[in-house]
């Protein structure tokens, strides 16, 4: 009901789409993020490239409005259960934005083992309704 006034609001105020509540961007039916590397279980040396994979959606950089496009993000030892998927994803150490449209990355990161999840966004840095996530892979840094 509230993302509904909110809504409504903004279109009274003339605002359109870009005032569209959070959460609201739909996924296809059958969109998969993945990890191509490193694979799960692996032993990795700083700085550790991470690739990612993606099937059923584009990418397209932060601030583009495109149907069925998203960008990337990176949760570094991030439980998903604890993201709110009606509120752009954080920007810290442990949730890398990838805003430009990037499909890989290369990370430092403290030895021992790290869990890693690719988290699609819209436009706005939202996750996608459903939210498009990877499998957990988990790594340890030597």
Known sequence: MLRTVF????LALGLGAATAVAGETPAPDGA????????????????????????GMGVAPAGVEKEN?????LLIDVDP?????????PADDNHRHFG???????????????????MLGD???IPHDPPVLSEPVTITVQ
Do not use: C, K, M, R
């Open 32 to 55: 998969t993020v993945y990890i191509i590397s490193p694979a799960d279980g692996a032993s990795v040396s700083n700085p550790v490239t991470v690739v990612f994979g993606l099937e």
């Open 100 to 118: 430009g449209g990037q499909t890989q990355t290369s990370v430092e990161l403290a030895p021992g083992e790290h869990t890693l999840i690719l």
């Open 69 to 73: 496009t998203g960008h990337h993000h």
């Open 123 to 125: 436009q706005n840095h």
């Open 81 to 89: 259960s604890t993201i709110d998927p009606d509120s752009p994803l």
């Open 7 to 10: 809504l409504a609001a903004g």
